[in-house]
């Protein structure tokens, strides 16, 4: 009798541990330190990407920002996640980069609180996205990847810094998602 209670004690914790994790519900801060979560943009679309001031992919920046331009009275939101992971490629402050964003790029989406996205410091909601149990699994390669979250708060699709914010790729995958 022990046995059996053993066994469906060890059945019910492996079915709790492949349950993907709640992304609305995981804590972040945004740029000015404000604790918030994905949950302010529940019913959206959102496009999160790990974004670095000092990159090769910085002026990515134009591009999301357009894309954030075109999608967002359709129920898109970009959150730009700064990491300073790759080459210390976002060496400065929350508040330079804020003003990095707005002066250079005329960024308008959300930006976060630098965070990690990879190794064992990295931030749950990146643990999240790369895990086992994401459906796109893996590290974090480089700076300016996009991971692409459902209305629903699942996730919904990945995509490399090399995809470019304008590509068909990207904006099919936008656009399904906020059908």
């Not at 700064?82 to 210390?88: R, W």
């Not at 060496?91 to 005329?106: N, V, Y």
Request: hydrophobic share 40%; glycine share 8%.
């Amino acid at each position: 009798m022990r046995f059996l209670a053993f066994l469906a004690t060890l059945l019910t914790l492996s079915m709790h541990a492949a349950e993907p994790t709640n992304l609305l519900t995981i804590p972040l801060k945004d740029i000015d330190g404000k604790e918030t979560t994905l949950a302010a943009f529940k019913a959206k679309a959102v496009l999160v990407v790990n974004v670095a001031s000092a990159c090769g992919y910085t002026a990515q920046y134009e591009g999301l920002e357009a894309l954030y331009r075109k999608y967002k009275d359709q129920g898109l939101v970009i959150v730009g996640v700064p990491c300073n992971d790759f080459g210390g490629q976002e060496p400065g402050t929350e508040a330079e980069i804020k003003k990095f964003c707005s002066s250079r790029f005329q960024v308008t989406f959300p930006l976060t609180s630098k965070v990690s996205s990879k190794g064992k410091a990295a931030h749950p909601l990146f643990v999240a996205f790369t895990g086992k149990e994401a459906g796109h699994p893996g590290p974090v390669t480089w700076n300016f990847n996009k991971f692409l979250v459902g209305k629903d708060g699942k996730l919904l699709a990945r995509f490399d810094s090399s995809v470019e914010p304008d590509s068909a790729e990207l904006q099919s995958a936008i656009e399904k998602a906020l059908k």
